[in-house]
């Protein structure tokens, strides 16, 4: 097969994410990620297909039947083109596709949210803060470090709020709301679980004192960086939900190594006034209603989607 480097990850989450993305003018970069996207989840589908466990082989079944068709529709008198049909695995940490839909679909929702709390507190800016473990070699472990470190420092927040007797203060006491979401890298030093949140905070949490108090919680990590989010925030929103998406930044053994570990792990969660956000199920775009269109569908042949003309089948046949 071959090897030519699809280079997947946060680009192709930034194309997605983007407000404008369903321009019609965007739409050869948007079909050609996808394809990029498509690619990757191919080559997992090979190197799960030589793997004997149940679990590799029902994953394989799932990639095989996601995103082979794409059904676009093009409204054509504003200009857009928007996702109509597909058939996704939905298994998004070993399928870019999958991951960069529900990545948007994410963004969509939480900056929707933002636009809400924005009107109602304008006093709040959006902050992006990444805290960090050391590096190890065991996957499992060094992920329990990373999410009991964030557990002890989101319950100092929680009862220092709540005015309890005694509890320590954390910077973090300074958000108001929250949303973050647990990411991995490793790039031949061992694993590297972080996390990236967007903080909501009307004075900025201070990244000195932060990296203290993790410090002092992790005791073996001091590493913290915490910078506001300026301009478009759809751009620093989008570090916290390509989380999924840099799996395919791993190699494909270590994509699948961390698949398996971190199944049903919650790699995403949120607090205060980011509570409660829906994220929607279906990994499609809304349609728009009312307005014509013209259908644009395509197949997966020879290394990308091409246009086939065909006639599409009514939404989820
Ligand atoms: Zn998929």
Avoid at 143 to 155: F, G, S, W
Avoid at 173 to 178: P, Q, S, V
Wanted: charged share 25%.
């Amino acid at each position: 097969m071959a090897k030519k480097k699809t280079p997947v990850g946060a680009a192709i989450l930034a194309e997605s994410a983007h407000t404008g993305v369903d321009e019609a003018e965007n739409f050869g970069d948007r079909i050609a990620r996808y394809g990029q996207a498509h690619a990757r989840s191919l080559l997992m589908l090979e190197h799960l297909r030589g793997a004997p466990s149940v679990e590799a082989k029902k994953t394989a079944a799932g990639l095989a039947g996601c995103g082979n068709y794409l059904h676009f529709r093009e409204y054509f008198t504003v200009g857009k083109v928007r996702l109509h049909n597909a058939q996704f695995c939905k298994q998004h940490l070993v399928c870019p596709l999958c991951a960069i839909r529900r990545g948007a679909k994410a963004l969509g929702a939480y900056l929707a949210r933002w636009q809400v709390i924005q009107e109602e507190r304008p006093d709040l800016r959006p902050y992006l803060i990444t805290l960090t473990v050391k590096n190890g070699d065991d996957l499992q472990e060094r992920q329990n470090h990373l999410t009991k470190a964030l557990r002890r420092l989101m319950d100092r927040r929680r009862y220092f709020n709540a005015g309890t007797r005694g509890a320590p203060w954390t910077e973090l006491c300074k958000a108001e709301g929250g949303v973050y979401t647990l990411e991995l890298t490793n790039k031949g030093n061992g694993w590297h679980p972080h996390c990236h949140m967007i903080a909501l905070a009307s004075s900025a949490p201070l990244q000195g004192d932060l990296s203290e108090e993790w410090h002092r919680v992790t005791g073996d990590s001091m590493i913290v960086d915490v910078r506001p989010i300026t301009g478009d925030p759809s751009e620093g929103f989008m570090e916290v939900f390509k989380y999924a998406v840099k799996f395919s930044d791993l190699s494909l053994a270590d994509n699948w190594h961390a698949a398996q570990t971190l199944k049903g792990k919650r790699l995403l969660n949120s607090f205060g006034l980011f509570r409660g956000v829906e994220i929607p199920e279906s990994l499609l775009d809304e349609p728009l209603d009312e307005l014509p269109y013209w259908d644009r569908f395509y197949r997966y042949i020879g290394g990308e989607y091409q246009f086939t003309g065909e006639s599409p089948k009514p939404r989820g046949v």
